[in-house]
């Protein structure tokens, strides 16, 4: 039987002539909510971080991360290799080295793990991005980012060594340089060295804005990077300041810094997006380690739905402003993004 076309208003509800707004026609189907939806991931939003360590054949899961691994150099360039054949761009390495010392020597041997592990990738699979981190912490025996003096992280004489450490990057074929101290001037030295060494189209991706956080606490499990005295609060910044985020990028740009980035993400996503609107840099977002066991923690208890979780955190990250992410979740992001294809 055919419907009686009616031709008076149905607004039965409502005395008002305005047609009444229903938000959920849109939200109908599948098809239709493809269609509106404001933010989508991709593969090439996302950016890897891995841990690499001497010695061969090496890979240990890291207890607080499951699926995350520190690799020697041969299961890294497998690792990679993965990386790229799932879509994801680039890769991001921190270094465990042989010995530490109070200066942190290791980071800034020109045949130190980093500098090494970056020539075997950079000759395996020469169109991944990577990008090093450059830091002490990993490498001094104090575990700190820099020269300690008495109680005081001393800021310009361990400019002076991250500089070297960036330039060895760079020599060993680094693509991108990416300073993680929060040290005063040390985008403006690293930018000095690399432009006098011929460098001068090396990007670096600073963190610029990096709380002092207690979700870093699995990252130094697996770089075994923790302080062995004090903490990172004399540089790191206060988890309370946002117009401070704002100072710290506005300085890393004017150093020369190419991307910017917030560090952690998803307490701090009212920070993206304010840097995102007033600088409208690239930006990056940094969805750190503690953010990352917590959903696998709660994914293997069975508390939370972990894929679904997982999407819907980085898609957060992203819609907040960010246009990359540095994620552990970058290989199983990507997995379900080419899934879904
Ligand atoms: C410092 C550095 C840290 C992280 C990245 N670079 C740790 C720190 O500041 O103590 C943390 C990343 C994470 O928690 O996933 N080299």
């Not at 560090?263 to 997006?273: E, T």
């Not at 293997?300 to 907040?320: C, F, Q």
Request: glycine share 6%.
């Amino acid at each position: 039987m055919m419907k009686e076309t009616k031709l008076t208003l149905g607004y039965s509800q409502s005395a008002s002539v305005e047609p009444f707004r229903r938000l959920r026609r849109t939200r109908m189907t599948e098809a239709l909510r493809s269609m509106v939806r404001e933010t989508e991931l991709s593969t090439n939003d996302f950016i890897y971080p891995l841990f690499v360590v001497p010695g061969t054949k090496f890979r240990k899961e890291i207890g607080s991360m499951p699926g995350v691994f520190q690799l020697s150099i041969d299961e890294l360039v497998r690792e990679c290799t993965e990386v790229k054949t799932l879509g994801v761009p680039a890769v991001i390495l921190f270094g465990i080295p042989e010995h530490k010392d109070e200066v942190g020597s290791g980071a800034y041997d020109e045949h130190g793990i980093i500098q090494t592990a970056v020539r075997a990738l950079k000759k395996e699979i020469p169109d991944l991005v990577v990008i090093t981190d450059v830091c002490l912490c990993e490498y001094t025996s104090h575990g700190h980012c820099g020269i300690v003096r008495g109680n005081e992280i001393v800021n310009d004489a361990s400019i002076e060594l991250l500089a070297k450490e960036a330039l060895t990057h760079a020599q060993a074929g680094a693509d991108i340089i990416a300073p993680s101290d929060m040290f005063d001037g040390r985008v403006k030295v690293i930018r000095q060295i690399l432009d006098v060494n011929d460098f001068q189209n090396i990007p670096i991706m600073s963190y610029a804005a990096k709380y002092a956080s207690g979700f870093y606490g699995p990252f130094r499990e697996a770089a075994e990077s923790a302080p062995k005295f004090g903490d990172r609060r004399s540089h790191q910044m206060d988890p309370a300041n946002s117009d401070e985020a704002l100072r710290e990028i506005e300085q890393d740009i004017i150093e020369g810094a190419d991307i910017v980035m917030v560090k952690p993400a998803l307490s701090y996503l009212d920070v993206i997006r304010r840097v995102k609107d007033r600088f409208q840099m690239p930006t990056a977002a940094y969805n750190v380690s503690g953010e990352y066991s917590m959903i696998k923690a709660a994914g293997r208890n069975g508390w939370i739905d972990e894929p679904r979780v997982m999407m819907e955190v980085l898609t957060s990250i992203k819609r907040a402003g960010a246009d990359m992410i540095l994620t552990y979740f970058a290989k199983e992001a990507a997995k379900a993004l080419n899934e879904k294809k």
